[in-house]
């Protein structure tokens, strides 16, 4: 088996999410204690008893899906011994864990990373007014041609038939109003605070990069890919640029599965609440393997 771990994005964040790790794994509480240090707030508090429009606010889930997926893989090596991980990605916060778990930052840095990028997202989500929408069962080149159109930009290709546009929220809301006169089997509004991996996102770029210059990569233990590109990323000036064109830049979901299958990977493990990145790869691939794990029933015996 050549194994890649992957970790869920903002969206997939539900209360109640990892108190089972907590409660039955001390390699998991673990993490959650550190992560009430780092944080100077209760994280696990929060993920596990809410309210929901707390953890659902960029700032607090993007650092709770972080330690969610750390310790998810931490309880996972204390059931079954270290998995052989030879692949890891997350799809846009998750590239952070992604990043973690593969030793580019210790636990400790990782968290304060993906913390500020959290922030720094809500202040512009604040700042601006943005929207998304779900585009279902069309093809690249008719969304790029949509995105012209009404002046939006493609944030996430999840899937064959399942892209996200982002934008100003008029704009991205004409879209929608106009999406069956122009022949679109589906388009959703989604409920989201603002525009993600869209310009409106610049101001968080800006201030992300900044902060980034600060923070001290190392190379990591196995092979990662970038959403930026879809492709391996690997020296630590590379990793730095692309998670912060990142946070202005389509998420290249599908293209990482992909690549990351034609580099060998035979088995996928999401770690993460909901099985959303287990959905995309069944709609992506059938004959792909993919196990989700998100609280302690999901873990082998």
């Known amino acids: 088996m050549s194994l890649a771990v992957i970790f869920s994005g903002q969206g997939a964040q539900k209360v109640g999410m990892g108190k089972?790790?907590?409660?039955?794994?001390?390699?998991a509480r673990a993490l959650y204690d550190e992560a009430t240090q780092v944080l100077g707030w209760d994280l696990a508090q929060i993920s596990f008893c809410g309210p929901e429009a707390e953890l659902t606010q960029t700032k607090v889930c993007q650092p709770a899906l972080f330690v969610h997926g750390l310790a998810t893989l931490a309880a996972l090596s204390e059931r079954a011994g270290r998995p052989a991980v030879k692949f890891a990605m997350g799809l846009s916060l998750g590239e952070v864990t992604a990043l973690t778990a593969a030793g580019v930052f210790d636990f400790s840095t990782g968290l304060k990373v993906v913390a500020?990028?959290?922030?720094?997202?809500q202040l512009a989500c604040e700042s601006t007014v943005g929207g998304m929408a779900a585009i279902i069962g069309e093809d690249r080149q008719k969304v790029s041609e949509l995105c012209q159109e009404f002046e939006i930009e493609a944030a996430?290709?999840?899937?064959?038939?399942?892209?996200?546009?982002?934008?100003?929220?008029?704009?991205?809301?004409?879209?929608?109003?106009?999406?069956?006169?122009?022949?679109?089997?589906?388009?959703?509004?989604?409920?989201?605070?603002?525009?993600y991996h869209s310009r409106l996102m610049e101001p968080a770029r800006a201030a992300f990069a900044a902060y980034l210059a600060g923070v001290t990569f190392q190379r990591p233990q196995f092979t990662v890919l970038s959403n930026t590109t879809g492709q391996i990323v690997s020296e630590p000036a590379e990793i730095r640029a692309a998670l912060v064109k990142q946070?202005?830049?389509?998420v290249l979901w599908e293209d990482?599965?992909?690549?990351?299958?034609?580099?060998?990977?035979?088995?996928?493990?999401?770690?993460?609440?909901?099985a959303v990145l287990a959905g995309l790869a069944r709609r992506t691939d059938k004959t792909w393997s993919v196990k989700s794990f998100a609280e302690l029933s999901d873990l082998p015996a």
């Open 20 to 27: 089972s790790l907590h409660d039955g794994s001390p390699a």
């Open 116 to 121: 500020e990028r959290g922030r720094l997202m």
């Open 156 to 195: 996430n290709f999840n899937a064959p038939g399942q892209i996200i546009v982002s934008g100003d929220k008029t704009k991205v809301d004409a879209l929608v109003a106009g999406a069956k006169e122009r022949g679109l089997k589906r388009v959703m509004a989604l409920n989201v605070a603002g525009a």
């Open 247 to 250: 946070v202005v830049s389509s």
């Open 256 to 274: 990482c599965m992909r690549h990351c299958v034609a580099a060998g990977a035979s088995e996928f493990w999401e770690c993460g609440p909901g």
